[in-house]
């Protein structure tokens, strides 16, 4: 009984540690969820009703998973796998944020040096 809990346990280990990898890489990730939140914060600042702003976001969400070449399972996959490792996950929205700030100074100073 002590050696099949044994193996029960050291192959629940193993498992663990052979986790798949996401099917984004973090790099790629990290763009995506830029792009995808540049959607959403123009075309909810666009639109007068909810409805209009939701279809258009996701009209323009799938074109930008087609311009990354990533399909919806695969960003869902992704997206839960980083859900399960919450460090990680908090390093990539930290790299987005940082990238849509500075996106946004950029626009701005081009706003004012016209």
């Known amino acids: 009984m002590k ?3 044994c193996s029960i346990l ?3 280990a193993i498992a663990c ?3 798949k990898a996401p099917p984004i890489g ?3 990730f ?3 969820l830029i792009d995808l939140s540049a959607n959403e914060a123009l075309y909810s600042k666009i ?3 909810d409805s209009l702003a939701v279809r258009t976001i ?3 969400n799938k074109q930008v998973l087609d311009k990354h070449q990533v399909t919806k399972k695969q960003f869902e996959e992704t997206y839960h796998y980083y859900d399960d490792h919450k460090k990680d996950l908090l ?5 987005a944020i940082d990238s849509a700030n500075a996106r946004k100074e950029r626009l701005q100073a081009g706003k004012k040096g016209k």
């Open 3 to 5: 050696k099949l809990i």
């Open 10 to 12: 050291i192959l629940g």
């Open 17 to 19: 540690s052979m986790e």
């Open 26 to 28: 973090e790099e790629k």
């Open 30 to 32: 990290t763009d995506l």
């Open 47 to 49: 639109y007068d009703t």
């Open 58 to 60: 996701a009209i323009r």
């Open 91 to 95: 390093r990539i929205y930290t790299v």
